[in-house]
């Protein structure tokens, strides 16, 4: 149904009236300038326009970034949610919508969907993410969709898939309790999960110019025991892959962790399984206490913070606290809406109000979030720079838009006025993804709907209503 990726062996020249230039200490906003492509890297930045190039993207008004990452994001189990769980609904007892709807009904979505169904759902959620402006992606799925590797190699995105792993399975809500299930007959098998990753691994490690890769991604503290993490983060340090958990991301999660563990924090929990150094990114984080966060600093751990997806449950996730704690920060979209730009915003609105201060979550500090400090989390200087020699991975976004207009600062402009409805193009590995802020690989529109068709089967399985219907 998708046509194969255009070649790689092309020159594709991007003209900026706005150029986030990398080749300065700090980035730097610099005008009209010309971004070549050479193959897969970036070749130069140049005030001249290049004497020929194979494609051509010339119009005034361009802003170019690099490309921007999104490292935690879930195409779908947060499908599953989508517009259910706002304003209130569906979060009963306190519980979080990861025990009353994402886990459990990802897990039986996942048992009902065919290969082709589940492999709908992946194209839709990576479409998404790319007209989100997201040149990459780390997505932490469960093992019952590895078709999310298949949607990325076809659909052209830099992807680190995340396949879960698991000690407790099917964590879900019950009398208001949450219920872990590590008994049942259900229960993972740690082994099992670690030789399901292994497979994968040797599947699809490298694939594509090394465009297509694995982050080790023990689910969370509470579902993971610590034999799990163990030998998850044995294993990803031998192979020089990221790790990626979810670390506080509930108050049931704390909870849990201290009666099982010896009152221990999450992120005390995972010190103690050595598991916290600068190869984790550890998603949310939003139930630390202030010391957890810097013991994370004191270890360099990478902060996923995703404050949209909080606002569910009218809890402050804010970017500035990490910020302040003197962490490494990353925004990622959580699969909630995968709007980077838009996140971005919000990651500057509900720090400044948090904190009462609006000289944090600056424009540049955001900005760097999403593309510098990316490369740094997964130890890549060739990401997240518009240097030469960098990946040949841009967002171009079209500050000509009469959302925008009129702005003094560009970069300002970028983060308080602009959204996805903005990105231009999109170029992952040298290939044109996005133009015009359309799709230009596969047909946007049935990619669209056979996502939803898949989506819409589950929604009708009799415990989606009943867990829908929960009000
Ligand atoms: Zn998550």
Redesign the pocket.
């Known amino acids: 149904m998708i046509d194969p990726l255009p070649n790689r062996q092309q020159t594709t020249a991007v003209f900026g009236s706005f150029v986030l230039d990398g080749r300065a200490e700090v980035p730097t906003v610099i005008r009209d300038h010309w971004v070549i492509l050479e193959g897969d890297k970036v070749a130069a930045i140049s005030p001249s326009r290049p004497k020929a190039a194979d494609v051509v993207l010339d119009k005034p008004g361009r802003f170019i970034l690099p490309g921007l990452m999104n490292l935690?994001n879930?195409c779908f189990s947060e499908a599953i949610a989508r517009s259910h769980a706002e304003d209130g609904n569906g979060v009963t007892a306190d519980q979080s919508v990861v025990y009353t709807v994402l886990l459990p009904l990802s897990k039986s979505g996942l048992d009902i969907l065919s290969s082709q169904e589940r492999l709908a759902v992946a194209r839709m959620g990576i479409v998404q993410l790319l007209l989100g402006g997201a040149t990459s992606v780390m997505e932490?799925f469960r093992n019952g969709i590895p078709e999310m590797f298949d949607a990325a190699l076809e659909l052209g995105i830099r992807f680190w898939g995340a396949p879960y792993l698991f000690s407790a399975s099917d964590p879900h809500a019950e009398n208001g309790k949450v219920v872990y299930n590590t008994q049942s007959s259900d229960r993972s098998d740690n082994a099992a999960d670690l030789a399901a990753w292994n497979t994968l691994y040797e599947t699809w490690q490298g694939r594509d110019n090394s465009r297509i890769g694995l982050a080790m991604s023990p689910h969370a503290t509470d579902t993971c025991d610590p034999d799990l993490f163990r030998a998850a983060t044995e294993r990803a340090r031998e192979l020089g892959v990221p790790i990626t958990t979810?670390l506080a991301?509930s108050a049931s999660e704390v909870e849990k962790i201290k009666s099982r563990w010896n009152g221990r924090t999450p992120a005390e929990y995972l010190d103690w399984l050595g598991v916290l150094g600068p190869d984790l990114l550890a998603?949310?984080c939003v139930f630390c206490t202030d010391e957890d966060l810097a013991l994370l600093r004191a270890r360099d751990v990478t902060v996923m913070s995703?404050p949209r997806v909080f606002t569910r449950i009218a809890k402050i996730a804010a970017f500035g606290r990490f910020e302040a704690a003197g962490l490494r920060t990353m925004v990622g979209t959580?699969?909630y809406n995968m709007d980077l730009l838009g996140e971005l915003n919000a990651a500057a609105i509900i720090s400044k109000t948090a904190s009462g201060n609006p000289k944090i979550a600056t424009a540049p500090v955001l900005l760097q979030s999403v593309t510098s400090a990316g490369g740094n989390a997964v130890g890549r200087s060739d990401l997240g720079r518009l240097v030469p020699g960098a990946k040949a991975d841009i967002t171009v976004v079209d500050m000509t838009h009469p959302h925008l207009l009129p702005y003094m600062d560009p970069m300002r402009a970028l983060i308080t006025l602009a959204n996805r409805a903005q990105i231009d193009s999109v170029i992952v590995d040298g290939r044109l993804l996005v133009s015009g802020g359309k799709i230009c690989v596969g047909d946007q529109s049935r990619i669209m709907a056979e996502g939803c068709a898949a989506i819409e089967k589950i929604w009708d399985l009799p415990e989606a209503r009943a867990a829908l219907s929960k009000t």
Do not use: I
Request: charged residues 10%; negative net charge.
């Open positions: 935690h879930h932490p979810h991301q998603a949310h995703c959580d699969g």
